[in-house]
């Protein structure tokens, strides 16, 4: 099993920023993904960014391109998502996911709440 830990969420205000972390323990050479989720009050989970554990390529969902960014420390097991000018929409329980190469295939952590106040 693979455990993951966020942090760094917190009170914000609009266009500042804050850099989530995500520390994932247990068994880390499972992991093939990390992922980015958030889920507003009222809304659906949604994606917001992944990075390739090994080769380190990212993605962004499209309205967030440009403000946030994701990086890992793969030594460290360790995943960020840097977030810019930030928005009182950006408000939300941020997510750290991982997809793994055996069952179950997935792990959550417990999430970070983001608040940005206008």
């Known amino acids: 099993q693979v455990q993951l830990v966020e942090s760094g969420g917190g009170l914000v205000q609009a266009g500042g920023s804050l850099r989530l972390s995500c520390a994932a323990s247990g068994r880390t050479f499972r992991i093939i993904t990390m992922k980015w989720f958030r889920q507003a009050p009222g809304k659906e989970r949604e994606f917001v960014a992944t990075?390739?554990?090994?080769?380190?390529?990212?993605g962004y969902a499209d309205s967030l391109k440009g403000r946030f960014t994701i990086s890992r420390d793969s030594a460290l097991n360790l995943v960020y998502l840097q977030m810019n000018d930030l928005k009182p929409e950006d408000t939300a329980v941020y997510y750290c996911n991982a997809v793994l190469s055996t069952s179950p295939f997935s792990s959550w952590g417990q999430g970070t709440q983001v608040t940005v106040s206008s």
């Open positions: 990075i390739n554990w090994s080769g380190g390529s990212t």
